[in-house]
């Protein structure tokens, strides 16, 4: 179990996460602010907290990565949570992969490289404070979920079918033909998943979409 005492503590694995912070979680009863760029990060770390409002007079608010909404089986897990009050944003850009509960702890999502993820549960005043503004920079230029709502259940539908085509390296031509598209609207559906990928070129893409499980 952690204490909020100002230590920065690292844990691995999420079995050990929430065996030593389930009770901070217990205990959070103002605001739990959460970003992800993955879903997979946070869910079924801890696995009550999925829903916003578990208890009365508690805010959540979520921050996802545009690129996670690309994933048809978490589109409708975000909207989910906001119709159970969770105020939901979605960002262009990387988001550090971040919990604030009541803004006194925070937790990191760190790296995966060497096995099991590490995570850094932080108590120190100075860093929550700092982190949380970054926290709330990001959410500022954020967008609501429901404004970018029928734009995402378009992108989701001909994501799958453009990073095939450009996995298997077809021209530009060969893939607007095969998926009955014009070629400009086929090279504007490659720059709009581009851009929901955060990718600066195809190759890009395609690795970030590995990433994520997309393809």
Not at 19 to 32: C, I, P, S
Not at 147 to 162: G, N, S, Y
Request: net charge neutral.
């Amino acid at each position: 179990m952690l204490d909020a005492m100002g230590t920065v503590t690292v844990v691995r694995g999420e079995a050990e996460l929430y065996e030593r912070t389930a009770h901070l979680f217990a205990a959070t009863e103002q605001e739990l602010l959460c970003a992800a760029n993955a879903l997979r990060t946070w869910t079924g770390t801890h696995p009550r907290t999925g829903i916003a409002r578990h208890r009365p007079g508690l805010r959540v608010r979520k921050l996802f990565r545009l690129s996670t909404m690309l994933d048809p089986r978490w589109g409708p897990h975000a909207r989910i949570m906001a119709e159970h009050g969770a105020d939901v944003r979605v960002s262009a850009h990387d988001v550090n992969e971040t919990i604030v509960l009541d803004g006194r702890v925070v937790i990191l999502a760190g790296d995966e490289s060497h096995g099991a993820r590490s995570y850094s549960v932080i108590t120190q005043p100075e860093v929550v404070h700092g982190i949380t503004s970054l926290f709330e920079a990001a959410w500022r230029s954020g967008t609501e979920l429901a404004v970018h709502e029928a734009d995402m259940d378009e992108l989701r539908a001909f994501a799958p079918r453009v990073l095939d085509a450009l996995n298997k390296g077809w021209t530009d031509a060969t893939a607007a033909r095969a998926l009955g598209m014009s070629l400009r609207t086929y090279r504007r559906r490659v720059a709009e998943l581009m851009t929901a990928l955060g990718a600066s070129s195809r190759f890009q893409a395609g690795a970030r979409a590995r990433e994520l499980g997309l393809v």
